[in-house]
């Protein structure tokens, strides 16, 4: 294995700039030559606080940097595709956040770049690095849970996302239980039917613009389990990420990461405080163990464990659940797309 | 309020038993004059350890006897709706076990002559009595948890029941998740339509009786709120009862009710035990609280909180939810029946 | 073992009219003749309530009686150690309350006249029939925890008692942390020593009575392991029972049982009730559970669990750790009584 | 408020390199100028890792740089009280791990030339900083637990230390509960009179170096509060930290936090993971939190929270502790040293 590996991060936004931190930071084998923003006056604020020497506007030139052996794409999602493609041809490795993008076209083609130039790619579904859902997909694989039965996931923003952001997003089957599906295929496998509900609840402004703020998808795995994912984009006590797995030989929960472990008593009863309010808190750790494991594959001989066809399939899946929506009945995920 | 209530039991079953032993040991203002089994000698025995002074084979006898007020009905399913007409016509307050019947025809043809007869009429679903979902319900109906979203029921068996129940039972979704439907109506209100995922993963002889042991059912409430209740034949570490609501304002669980409060912790970790792995341990407050308000409604001018509509409801979304898996399409209420 | 054990309860005031509705709607095996008070009304009352035929005023009439076999014996407590003379004179098998007096030359006498007399006797220490503490004891005994350590007993009530019940109670130590001294012999085995601090925090009338209302007390087994005890007379959070051991294996908690399974979430946090008020309520079981094995002892070749030596050396304690108040050192058991 | 503080570092070892890496890694307004240690290859080590421009062996020449406005000390313990007095006179802002020293004159002359010099001081009782712990102090201040009754602390190590520490640490009272001691104090206020039960019971290897495994102290507070601290040098199931405060208004508990969210349920029951094993994982933002705060108070107008008093209060609580085991019997604080 290398001794370190030279990274490029394209995007240095929100997600980006965490990320340049956590390399930075975190994961000595990492060396962040270059950052790189179309709006270079943020790059270069990253560059500035982090010390990184070279801050570049055209991603372009940073792809044309020799030493750049991988880059993480974090700029927005409409730019992922063509990113990972010319990327995939400069020959280097590839982080490229969710979603791949928002049309399977578009993610066909650049999933194919990748594979034509033999480049590495692993997509950013950093709940899977989380140590939490990670201990459970290892004991189904270990078999202590015996044949899987049924999957419960519960995934809850603490309060709607600014219109902004939602008219762009893609909507919420694909912004926001896209970490689900994921999810839902980690621990469990491949999905052939979804069928989803949804509605607007609690933000009816989510309604006006076209997409539901609530929703319950049920889902049929290829190995004849059943699971059901409910999102909703308001739960006043705070970001909720459960997940429970019952299997032959029982089950396994992951509960909330509480803010604090202090229960308060008093003549009304038992307290306690709300959860975390960001995700960016919920999942601190799993990003930097995403990009670590990133950037040993990088180094050494290990394939990245979140794959075009991870990133792929999420985005089939938003799609599939988006249609079974406006239809109302159930919808195999080959009518998407051929899976 | 009258001082006390004259009570006849009609079948001394499981069921029966457990209601005659409540009646005469936990509350005073029943008086059971009479029960009454085909089984004689069931009868008689539930007679003799509780101090009954009348046993009686045929149940025309009891419902003879003027001192009768009121009968509870606990006999085999197939019997309840020829008994409730025949008690209504002779003018005894009903008490009836659920289901009301496995078709709706004699469902209908009961609660006609109940109501023509001007009797009142409960039906036996306890868990609407257990304090915690009683407090849910309460929490709801005062404003607490705000506008509804999502609901979450979790109805879990340790083990499957023997097959010979499973061929009368009416399957699944009128036998087990009944008691699902019914809690789900009364935290959340009427449903529309039903979408029910099932598949056999447990038990191999239920599916070769042409059942499923495994569901996962999507309701659409009236108010646009959403649901999903989750059977399973099998969960290993006991009888697993649990809810969650959702609402504009914040949410609220029923956890399960241990077996003890001890915790353990060795090398390998904290241990607490099993669930308790029988529902008539789980739900035995609530098999008293429901026989007390029955009685209180006989004796006074209350109206029985569960009703004749609630039995039939419960009944509809059982034939919705199992046309619904058979066909594999979201099934409207009124596809069964007028609602 | 016999089938009935005719009883005769002396004393049917709070304690006495519970374990009498305990015996005769909870314990088959139990046939109680008569009761037994000086307040002769109260007596009656309790036997209208239950159906028991004899009601008497004076309890030598009881003793008299050749049917009784056993008496429970739950009149005030400085009746305890007389009635139990008499009644082991009587040749009845006792069953008595907590404490059995508050001056040990009593107990001293009262212990000798049952064991010259060969009667049964079992001290009413209820907590020892919990199903958690028993379990605990049970994996102690198992040899699961390993080597002891450390005890800890936090029992705390939630308001003070009337000033009328402080004033002849004996204490915090004799009345109220009796209980909890038994429990830490029933787990650990016996004390050699204690050292007690104690002060007048939530209930300055108790302080006027020379009393304290909180107390924390240091345990030295003989088994070199160390304990601690806290009681308080106000924990407004409701009625506080909590244990825990710790071994050279590892450690159980027993947790506090919760008024319902209930959690709320809301923007403030996470809620849960109030612990039940009421001794009563915690430990009903516990009391039904005390009588039944009283009576399959008496009816047959069991010896009672909890014995005269029990009853005796929790008093001892009480003392030794009033002593060790007042006086503010450690004070071996050996200097109260011996032991 | 100044941007930047140069700090030096003294002693890297253990916890002097962790302090190193967290003022470098996540205190921004930190500048480590210089890193010392007797063993100049260890000093290196770090210096090498983190980037840092000088590495000192003799911290004479760290203090003769005029740069150095504050240092961190965190070598062996037998060296703080000189090191504090040559860093006052050279006026140095001190951070210093705890104990400031094992024998109470050394600290005498340490916090008398600290005064002197007019330098700010921090000791290094790291709990005080945990989120879980500070909260629980907040609500003690804004007075929602009410008038303090009885505090609660259980601390304990997943296995005893290596016997070369066992050594030289001062013993169980000096070493491990001098932080309950401190943690005693920043929840409830100080401490009168205290006295201890010990003994060997998990590492007979202990006993023979003369000091106890395990311990009991009951605390009196000068406000008339009571206090218990268990200690235990083997808790199997992991790093154990909880602490309890009761009051009149109510009570508020600290639990543990756990290694991960996952409850597991077989047929046995429900099973979660071992506690973190290391204090270090435990308090790693605690240790931050603390640095923070010391480099604040060196930049701007704030005084350190945990002062000299604080530091010199804990060893005079462990010698009263010690003493009290020795003669078993309650011993002042005002017979250890004048407080």
Redesign the interface.
Known sequence: MKDKVNIGVIGTGRMGSVHTRNLI?RIPQANVVAVCDIRLEVAQAVADELGIPRVIRDYHELLADDRVEAVVIAASTNTHAFMMIDAARAGKHIFCEKPLALDLTSIDEALAAVQQAGVKLQVGFQRRFD??FQ??HE?IASG?IG????L?I?S?DPEPPPMSYVQVSGGLFLDMMIHDFDMARFQMGDVEEV?A???V??APEIGQAGDVD???V?L?FKN?????I?N?R????GYDQRLEV?G??????????MA???????????????LPHFFMQRYAEAYVSEMREFVECVAGDKTPPVTGRDGRLAVVLGYAAHKSRQE???VRLSEIAAV
């Not at 004849?224 to 059901?228: D, L, R, S």
């Not at 604090?260 to 709300?274: E, K, L, M, P, Y």
Request: aromatic share 6%; hydrophobic share 35%; net charge positive.
């Open positions: 930071r140590t939490n201990r459970v004991r202590q044949d899987l039965c049924i419960r519960t809850r069928y509900a949804g509605n609840l609690v609530t929703a319950v049920t049929r004849g389990a059943m699971g059901v409910d909703c308001k739960a006043v006590y019952l032959s030989n029982g089950a396994a929960w992951v509960e909330n990461e604090d472990t202090i229960v308060q008593a008093d003549h009304q009863g038992f307290h306690s405080a709300t109302n009945r159930p």
